[in-house]
């Protein structure tokens, strides 16, 4: 790659980044003046806004690299973390967000503190803040950067090693991404979100239409036929015990690991908490979960392709998407990708840190102090927590190259040390009345010391899958929750009383949506196993696709005529 090339890479890449940057802050720059303002967008987000800064806070450079890696090793069965959480945003719409709203929350914490005690407020404080400051930030610092340092060979550019280079690959997408959440709140976030969200879709639509290409010799046909008919076991996402996701496991932990993800994990939960409407707040939910079960397509395809092109002899999985990019991403396009790439990066990093900073200045710091600080206070201290947060995931970054298994899997297995205690605590928290805060603090120590035993000491004695193991734990700590409930119940508390002047119509064709989303599930799994592309899509798989499509139209029009008479909703 000469000199010029790269100027102009750079050049490209650094004007959409800035045309982006510049347009929020034209949509934003007075929304940032009060406590709302900054940390909920004012309570004003749409749809568009809602599911945009969803799917750009979800879907980053961890899933680029990590899915295209998990495919490229071994097949599509780490599909389920993206296609089975469409289930999951069903029972966001339907079952939490109408309760959020309705209390008219600021973080979860704050509902915990109704509902149990302070305590629990803290506890789930504490949680959230080591899974984003040592797991969740670092990943997306870390993959980004690999990508970063794979497309522009930064070693070579920077005649550094490549630990020298990840550092300052790291350091540098770091300092500039954790501007948009200090210097403009949850509003900028969501705007710069949804821009980028666009150039995702358009880089994640041409990566495999490329790749196919190239596969084909030039020809997309070909390059179908040879992806389909050669190697058709990589295109399997029922996966066995030795994949990294068993299929017996979507019936157990995965239900709530997604439960955990997109119903009670601050930094998803919050562009949602920020919904003008709870129709609004609906359809932008359900709306991210379509873009979930599209992601195989996007974000697993290509490293399949990556398989077809270069066998497994590439030195990491991980390495599998830059190099396809690299090879079939025309030149003069780059820095647009480029651009698209830190910006998901950069989405995914300033979403987490506003919402790291959201709960430590409201959850912690506020309920400390006997005089409340203001809310220009507030965020002051807010944009200096953010600093602290963006330099100790950039210091903790670069030490995830050293995990063995791909850095997918070994995201997935360290948030298991808090997201299966914070869905019990939610939903006990939701259905019942009478568990007291005490059976909180018993069930995230229970949780931390239990899952780390069976899954570091014990390992290679009772070698239990960590999904199976998820649900394992959740059943117990349910469990531990309601004996607290039965042997030492508390009084009742009120709490979920509306506060703030929202809409709380719900969305008319919400049901109707829903069950489309679900099929799409089914209709997914359906293509990729062996009644489908893995083994010659028989008579079986279109008598499932028959029956699917017939539910759908039965289902919307039964909802188009409730529409039509007048029925209730938005």
């Known amino acids: 790659m000469g000199s010029w090339t790269m100027v102009i890479i750079l050049i490209s890449c650094i004007a959409t980044l800035v045309a982006v940057a510049y347009v929020s802050y034209r949509l934003t720059r007075t929304t940032v003046s009060d406590r709302d303002g900054y940390f909920l967008a004012g309570r004003g987000l749409g749809a568009p806004f809602i599911a945009g800064s969803l799917l750009l806070t979800n879907l980053s450079a961890e899933q680029l690299i990590g899915l295209n890696g998990s495919a490229y090793g071994y097949n599509l069965s780490a599909m389920a973390w993206e296609v089975t959480a469409a289930i999951a945003t069903i029972a966001m719409a339907f079952f939490f967000l109408p309760r959020y709203l309705k209390g008219g929350f600021t973080t979860l914490p704050e509902f915990l503190a109704q509902r149990y005690d302070e305590d629990a407020r803290r506890l789930s404080v504490i949680l959230f803040l080591l899974g984003y400051g040592l797991v969740t930030i670092p990943s997306v610092l870390y993959s980004g950067s690999v990508a970063v340092l794979k497309i522009l060979n930064i070693p070579e550019l920077l005649s550094l090693g490549y630990m020298a280079s990840l550092w300052v690959t790291v350091i540098v997408i770091g300092l500039t991404g954790a501007l948009y959440a200090i210097l403009g709140g ?33 020809d997309f046909g070909q390059g179908v036929s040879r992806l389909v008919q050669e190697h058709p076991e990589k295109l399997n996402a029922i996966g066995s015990a030795a994949d990294p996701v068993p299929f017996g496991t979507l019936f157990t932990g995965m239900i709530f690991a997604n439960l955990f993800y997109w119903c009670s994990n601050q930094y998803v939960i919050q562009r949602t908490l920020a919904a003008r409407s709870l129709a609004d707040g609906q359809k932008g939910v359900l709306l ?22 270069y066998g497994p002899g590439l030195s990491s999985i991980d390495l599998a998407y830059p190099q396809l990019v690299k090879d079939v991403f025309p030149m003069w396009l780059m820095g647009f990708f480029l651009a698209v790439l830190l910006g998901a990066v950069f989405s995914s990093f300033n979403s987490l840190i506003n919402s790291a900073a959201t709960l430590f200045t409201l959850d ?207």
């Open 186 to 218: 949850l509003r900028a976030v969501a705007v710069s979100d949804t821009f980028n969200g666009v150039g995702l879709l358009i880089v994640g639509v041409m990566v495999p239409f490329l790749g196919l290409k190239l596969l084909g010799q030039g």
């Open 288 to 309: 991210s979960g379509f873009f979930k079960v599209l992601v195989p397509f996007f974000m697993m395809i290509p490293g399949v392709i990556a398989y077809h092109l």
């Open 364 to 570: 912690v710091i506020q309920p400390m102090r006997r005089r409340p600080l203001g809310d220009a206070s507030l965020i002051r201290v807010a944009k200096w927590l953010s600093v602290l947060i963006a330099i100790t995931s950039v210091a903790v970054a670069p030490l995830l190259q050293f995990a063995p298994e791909g850095l997918w899997q070994i995201i997935r297995i360290f948030t298991g040390f808090y997201n299966i205690p914070m869905i019990v605590i939610v939903l006990v928290g939701m259905t019942t009345v009478r568990v007291p805060g005490v059976a909180v603090k018993t069930v995230i120590g229970f949780h931390v010391v239990t899952y780390g035993v069976f899954q570091f000491l014990l390992k290679d004695f009772i070698d239990i899958h960590f999904l199976h193991l998820y649900a394992i734990l959740f059943v117990l700590e349910v469990g531990i929750m309601l004996t607290y409930g039965v042997l030492r119940p508390a009084a009742p508390r009120r709490v979920l009383q509306q506060t703030v002047s929202i809409d709380m119509h719900p969305w008319r064709h919400g049901v109707a949506c829903s069950v489309t989303l679900f099929s799409s599930v089914i209709a997914l799994y359906v293509l990729f196993s062996p009644l489908g592309l893995v083994g010659g899509m028989g008579p079986i798989f279109w008598f499932v696709l028959s029956v699917l499509a017939l539910i759908n139209a039965a289902v919307w029009y039964v909802s188009r005529r409730s529409q039509l008479r007048g029925g209730l909703g938005v």
